[in-house]
C-alpha cells in the first residue's frame, strides 16, 4: 500500500486560506453566541437586532467560503489528506453556519417571551450553559486550526458537562413553577445551547477524519434543532 504523501493543507496558498477563514467563521459565531448571552443572561433585549445582524454577515461569509471550497476541490483535482480536508471543510461550515441560526434562535425566544423569568436558579443555569457551549465552540476551532486529532476525538466526551447542565436546566424549569409560554422558550433555549455545543463535537469529529482517514467511535447526535 502506498504512503500517503503529506497533505497541502499545511502549505498551500489556497487550502491555507480556507483553513484560516473557517477559523474566523467560527469566531463570529462564537463572538455572537457571547452577544445573545447578554440578551438572554442580563436581559439586554435592545441588542436582539445586533445579534440578527452579525448572523447576517456570518451567513454571507458562509456562502462564500463554501463556494470558495468547492471550487478549490474541482480546480485542484485533490487526493488523500486534503480531499478528506476540502470535503470535511464543507461539513464544518454547515455546522458553524446551523450554530450561527441557533444563536439567533435563542435572541429571538428572550424577544418573544420579553426576557427572562424571575428566578436567579434558572439565570445562573443559563450563564453556566452558554459558558460550556462557547467554550466547546472555542475548543472545536481550535482543534481545527491545529488539526489536532487527538483533541478532535476527545470532545464527544467533554460534551457530557453541557448535556448534564441541560439536563439540570429542564428539572429546574420544572421545579420553578415557570408559566407555559416562558416553560416552553426555557426548554427550546437549552436545546439550542445543547445542538450549539453538538455542532462543536462534529467540528472536532471531522478534525480527526481529515487527519486519521477515520472518524472517531463516538455517540450518535440525532434530533431535530427546530423541535
Known sequence: MTAERQPRYHSDKTLLKIRRRVVKLGGLVIDNLERAEEVVVD????????????????????TKLDSLTFMAIAQQKPTDGD???????????????????????????????????????????????????????????????????????????????????????YSAIKAEGIELDSGIALNRMGRFLERIADHAVNVGTNTAYIVTGEFPRRTEVTGSENE
Not at 445579534?51 to 458562509?62: E, F
Not at 450554530?99 to 428572550?110: E, H, K, Q, T
Not at 459558558?131 to 464527544?156: H, I, N, P, T
Open 43 to 62: 436581559d439586554r433585549l435592545e441588542l436582539v437586532s445586533e445579534v440578527v445582524d452579525a448572523d447576517k454577515v456570518i451567513d454571507k461569509r458562509y
Open 83 to 169: 480531499l478528506r480536508f476540502l470535503v470535511s471543510s464543507t461539513r464544518l461550515l454547515y455546522e458553524l453556519e446551523r450554530s450561527g441560526d441557533l444563536v439567533v434562535n435563542i435572541a429571538n425566544l428572550a424577544k418573544r417571551i420579553k426576557g427572562l423569568p424571575d428566578s436567579p436558579v434558572l439565570r445562573d443555569l443559563l450563564r453556566r450553559l452558554f459558558a460550556e457551549s462557547g467554550r466547546m465552540l472555542e475548543r472545536a476551532m481550535d482543534v481545527f486550526d491545529k488539526m489536532d486529532a487527538v483533541g478532535g476525538a476527545q470532545l464527544d466526551a467533554e460534551d457530557d458537562v453541557v448535556d448534564d447542565l441541560v439536563a439540570e436546566f
